[in-house]
């Protein structure tokens, strides 16, 4: 069993910047592909970012490329979404997610692959 606590969410004026972090325990964190999530009131959750096992691999949602950056601490159990030049239309609540991988270089963009959630943190951008 895996448990996911975000942090790092608020509220942040169009431009700003913000950084998720999501602690992960109860399992081998160098065995864990990572990824986040997001999903706006009324609206499916949908990918941002996810990460390798190794970290040497990243991919992201066209809307956040070159704004959003993954990455993670294997030695602190940790990822972390730094998130610039934000706009409104990146509110939403944001979700860590992470699933067993056997392939270090291996990247999960579909929500259905991964077994384990975070609560979420809100993340709220005013205009």
């Known amino acids: 069993q895996v448990q996911l606590v975000e942090s790092g969410g608020g509220l942040v004026q169009a431009g700003g910047s913000l950084r998720l972090s999501c602690a992960a325990s109860?399992?081998?964190?160098?065995?864990?592909?990572m990824g986040w999530f997001r999903q706006a009131p009324g609206k499916e959750r949908e990918f941002v970012a996810a990460?390798?096992?190794?970290?040497?691999?990243?991919t992201y949602a066209d809307s956040v490329k070159g704004r959003f950056t993954i990455s993670r601490d294997n030695a602190k159990n940790t990822v972390s979404l730094q998130m610039n030049s934000l706009k409104p239309e990146d509110t939403a609540a944001y979700y860590c997610?992470?699933?067993?991988?056997?392939?270090?270089?291996?990247?999960?963009?579909?929500?259905?692959?991964?077994?384990?959630w975070g609560q979420g943190t809100q993340v709220t951008v005013s205009s």
């Open positions: 997610a992470a699933r067993t991988s056997s392939f270090r270089g291996s990247l999960y963009s579909t929500k259905n692959v991964y077994n384990y």
């Open positions: 990460i390798s096992v190794s970290g040497g691999s990243t």
């Open positions: 109860g399992r081998t964190f160098s065995s864990l592909a």
